[in-house]
T-cell receptor
């Protein structure tokens, strides 16, 4: 299967701890996106990369959040000093620019619970 | 005003019914429109993709875009219990930030 993969699938942490999530996009996709989704809501955009460059960040992305895509392949999303309000599903998606559909394919998500 | 509005439902229909799901949007510059299906505790799965106005059909699914009304629809014919999920509309300008609706929860009763 060559879809988008995310790791871990579930993470439980205590308030104040740091967590890091990984996303591996579809191999030929040069764009990678991070979203946050809470119960009963659609995905909310956090940030996106084209290759290794981070091109856009939402105002939702506080300074406790940082994302990297060092070699233009996989990406990591780190949350420092987690808060209970950070509990959500974190979704990664990828797409390919210049492709006729230019749409996003999602991974299964990482469900974060902050106690 | 949200960029994309979608009635959250829930919507419950008998098996075999035709289902109509809708979204409205505020930004007339949106050009690309998508429908995703999301099962509980899973990531969204792309169902339909439409560029600009018009209809697109794929099996039991038909997507419609009316840019003059800023209104998009997804129709599901001969609905099946396996169609029970949350359906999300999404749209974007040129592939950067995507805007999603809140999702409509659908249950198809056998």
């Amino acid at each position: 299967d060559t879809g988008v993969s995310q790791d871990p699938r579930h993470k439980i942490t205590k308030r104040g701890q740091n967590v890091t999530f990984r996303c591996d996009p579809i191999s030929e996709h040069n764009r990678l996106y991070w979203y946050r989704q809470t119960l009963g809501q659609g995905p909310e955009f956090l940030t996106y990369f084209q290759n290794e460059a981070q091109l856009e960040k939402s105002r939702l992305l506080s300074d406790r959040f940082s994302a990297e895509r060092p070699k233009g392949s996989f990406s990591t999303l780190e949350i420092q000093r987690t808060e209970q309000g950070d509990s959500a599903m974190y979704l990664c998606a990828s797409s390919r620019t210049g492709h006729s559909t230019d749409t996003q394919y999602f991974g299964p998500g990482t469900r974060l619970t902050v106690l | 005003q949200k960029e994309v509005e979608q009635d959250p439902g829930p919507l419950s229909v008998p098996e075999g019914a035709i289902v109509s799901l809708n979204c409205t949007y505020s930004n007339s510059a949106f050009q690309y429109f998508m429908w995703y299906r999301q099962y509980s505790r899973k990531g969204p799965e792309l169902l339909m993709y439409t560029y600009s106005s018009g209809n697109k059909e794929d099996g039991r699914f038909t997507a419609q875009v009316d840019k003059s009304s800023k209104y998009i629809s997804l129709f599901i014919r001969d609905s099946q219990p396996s169609d029970s999920a949350t359906y999300l509309c999404a749209m974007h300008l040129t592939g950067n930030q995507f805007y999603f609706g809140t999702g409509t929860s659908l249950t198809v009763i056998p």
